[in-house]
């Protein structure tokens, strides 16, 4: 079985830093793109940041310049280190992972459960 586990989430103070991990397990021939996204009461899922196979990146505009992703393939793990973190930082964050379980298999996306990040004083 193929999944995708977060841990890292928690209260912190505006102007503070968090580290998300995200790590995929079990059956898995290549893991495409992975990354992270949020969601907030009253909005839809949004993008935070992703990281493709070959190495590419993508932020949200909210994000640039204050948050980082990164992926260590050999732990089949992505991070995001989010520093300078405002209010509206706070959501609950989900990891995304696009992954192929069997040489045979389609590619299909995998979501974590979400891990709660809290910005407030």
């Known amino acids: 079985q193929t999944q995708v586990v977060e841990s890292g989430g928690g209260l912190v103070q505006p102007g503070g830093s968090l580290t998300l991990s995200c790590t995929a397990s079990g059956r898995i021939f290549k893991i495409n793109g992975m990354g992270w996204y949020r969601q907030t009461p009253g909005k839809q899922r949004e993008l935070v940041a992703a990281?493709?196979?070959?190495?590419?990146?993508n932020y949200a505009d909210s994000v640039k310049g204050r948050f980082t992703i990164s992926r260590d393939n050999r732990k089949k793990m992505v991070y995001l280190q989010m520093n300078s973190l405002k209010s509206e930082d706070t959501g609950v964050y989900y990891c995304?992972?696009?992954?192929?379980?069997?040489?045979?298999?389609?590619?299909?996306?995998?979501w974590g459960q979400g891990t709660q990040v809290t910005v407030s004083s």
């Open positions: 990281n493709t196979n070959d190495g590419g990146t």
């Open positions: 995304h992972a696009n992954i192929r379980s069997t040489y045979l298999s389609s590619d299909l996306d995998f």
